[in-house]
């Protein structure tokens, strides 16, 4: 079971050692930050899904997390600029394919659990 | 790609990634934000009006300071200006006492002294020929105000537009005190005119005199009339254009 929480793992020593750093970052960056915060699990929920699916690919998945969250940010930013909300498109999308990416990985883990019995 | 796999252990990778999404995630709960809202343009025309009106309310309140600041100003250099305000009050008071009847007044006028019939032999049939009453003295005061009486007091009393005449049987009363004959009027005012009406031919002190009621005018140059010492107390009569 450790192999499906090493991600949880992970987000939790990030949110202690996030805790423990003594930077913090300007209030006004939140909105971005919390979207990019977003597309960056969205990207670790897709690496999950895909080394189960023994097709984990190193570089899309930096390119991944990186790109998907400077447009997630950008976006944000960008709507901030034109007055309209356009954060919405990266929250539907990463949003989306979160829970898609967590179906996925309840069926492959389930199917294994399966086909072990 | 295969030896990048096999290099780089996903697992390990995913976790350094996750890490870096909690220390994000842990800054932000650290922000400790508000709940976050979306911006919808509802809220932001609700946001711009407020704004608006708090601006308003603002320029308004910039508009009173002004004329604060202007009327602070003009009052700073009545201050400065070698006590320019008190004086000004100063003789605002004594010019409003003036003329209120609450002043002393000295000058020139005639003093009449009436009594009742010294003689002891009765003028007529009716005891009260022989006396002085209250509708004697009023319209003397009536003959000295049409004569431009300025100032007149009846036994020491100044008498103002409320002053009372009134009959209290062998005394009159005038401003709430009793006095008793002789009265003494003063009046100041153009001697000549004042002695001319109540001595001439046909007034009323002309006539009083045929009564056999004394009456002894005297021209002065120099007269003390007193201040009204009352106090005014309006309970029913307020300044125009102040209640309604």
């Known amino acids: 079971m450790i192999r499906l929480f090493f991600a949880l793992i992970g987000i939790l020593i990030g949110i202690i050692i996030g805790f423990l750093m003594p930077y913090t970052y300007n209030a006004s960056y939140s909105l971005y930050i919390s979207v990019a915060i977003l597309a960056c699990l969205d990207s670790v929920f897709g690496g999950i899904r895909s080394n189960l699916e023994k097709n984990f690919n190193i570089n899309i998945f ?3 997390f990186f790109g998907n969250a400077a447009l997630a940010a950008f976006l944000a930013y960008l709507g901030d600029k034109l007055g309209v909300p356009l954060y919405y498109a990266a929250i539907f999308t990463f949003g989306g394919r979160l829970f898609e990416n967590f179906a996925k990985i309840r069926r492959i883990i389930l199917f294994r659990r399966k086909e072990t019995n | 790609m ?120 009765s003028y007529g049939f009716d005891l009260n020929d022989d006396l002085i009453h ?20 009846v036994n020491g009393e100044r008498v103002l537009s409320t002053s009372e005449i009134k009959c209290a049987g062998p005394t009159i009363r005038i401003n709430g005190r009793s006095t008793a004959t002789p009265f003494v009027i003063k009046a100041i005012g153009d001697p000549k005119l004042l002695y001319a009406s109540v001595n001439a031919p046909g007034t009323y002190g002309d006539i009083l005199k045929i009564y056999s009621i004394g009456f002894e005018t005297t021209v002065e140059d120099m007269l003390y009339i007193p201040g009204y010492k009352g106090v005014f107390n309006y309970r029913f009569a307020k300044p125009l254009g102040e209640d309604d």
């Not at chain 2, 709940?35 to 601006?55: C, D, H, R, Y």
């Not at chain 2, 309140?61 to 009052?75: G, P, T, V, Y």
């Not at chain 2, 319209?139 to 007091?153: F, R």
């Open chain 1, 62 to 64: 930096i390119s991944g």
């Open chain 2, 2 to 121: 295969g030896d990048i796999m096999r290099r780089h252990n996903p697992k390990i990778i995913l976790t350094i990634f996750s890490i870096i999404v909690g220390i994000f995630i842990a800054n932000q709960i650290k922000l400790k934000l508000e709940t976050f809202t979306p911006v919808t343009i509802k809220s932001l025309q609700a946001t711009k009006a407020e704004i608006t009106s708090v601006n308003n309310e603002i320029s308004e309140l910039n508009k009173i300071l002004k004329a604060k600041e202007e009327e602070l100003a003009l009052l700073e250099n009545i201050a400065m200006g070698d006590d320019n305000i008190l004086d000004i009050l100063k003789n605002d008071i004594s010019y409003n006492k003036l003329y209120s009847g609450q002043t002393s007044l000295k000058g020139p006028g005639i003093v009449i002294k009436m009594y009742d019939n010294p003689e002891e032999r």
């Open chain 2, 134 to 153: 209250d509708v004697d003295i009023l319209n003397i005061l009536n003959d000295l105000k049409i004569a431009g009486a300025e100032a007149i007091s």
